[in-house]
T-cell receptor, first 113, second 113 residues
């Protein structure tokens, strides 16, 4: 049973465009939603995270939007750059911590120059 | 500051051989994790250790064993490798019971022939 569903599986955008990655979850006990960025040959690294008491969190060009009633959250990358080309994973966990994260299947982003 | 160090980085095994993947962290984290990453499957938790002296099964534990040697080190053992265990293995660590992120190593790429 996949607890976090991520879409699309891949995305190609032009430099300067907006990249949007969507995730949906089922477990209403989830209370911490991080996004991880992974470059080829490297391990995932935390990009940005949100808790359900806020509907949006922005860090530079990266914004998480959270819809608690719909059990959905999304990552928006504004002014996408070739250096943003990577695989992005959404994740979720319960009990307010980073234990036992449940990951989406990932999305490969390609930003063309 | 090394963070999470995994050894080896690459390994090729024959079916039936055994092997231990090593992981060490220098961030004084309580919790450590082992994941496998397969194309289109995201990151799946194999085993985790919430604190020194404890280990628990994750989503896909069959065919694996783990040892939390001390606070710094968490090893993953394949007793009798099978081709289905060909994957990229990631170790991660985190502070227990907090919203701090999991920190990942750069992975061990394991091929089983």
């Amino acid at each position: 049973q996949q607890q976090v569903k991520q879409s699309p599986q891949s995305l190609i955008v032009q430099k300067g465009g907006i990249s949007i990655i969507n995730c949906a979850y089922e477990n209403t006990a989830f209370d911490y939603f991080p996004w991880y960025q992974q470059f080829p040959g490297k391990g995932p690294a935390l990009l940005i995270a949100i808790r359900p008491d806020v509907s949006e969190k922005k860090e530079g060009r990266f914004t998480i939007s959270f819809n608690k009633s719909a059990k959905q959250f999304s990552l928006h990358i504004m002014d996408s750059q070739p250096g943003d080309s990577a695989t992005y994973f959404c994740a979720a966990t319960a009990q307010g911590g980073s234990e036992k994260l449940v990951f989406g299947k990932g999305m490969k982003l390609t930003v063309n120059p | 500051n090394a963070g999470v160090t995994q050894t080896p980085k690459f390994q090729v095994l024959k079916t039936g051989q055994s092997m231990t993947l090593q992981c060490a962290q220098d961030m004084n984290h309580n919790s450590m994790y082992w994941y496998r990453q397969d194309p289109g499957m995201g990151l799946r938790l194999i085993y985790y250790s919430a604190s020194e002296g404890t280990t628990d099964k994750g989503e896909v534990p069959n065919g694996y064993n783990v040892s939390r040697l001390n606070k710094r080190e968490f090893s993953l053992r394949l007793e009798s490798a099978a081709p289905s265990q060909t994957s990229v293995y990631f170790c991660a660590s985190s502070v227990m019971n907090s919203n701090q992120p999991q920190h990942f190593g750069d992975g061990t790429r394991l091929s089983i022939l």
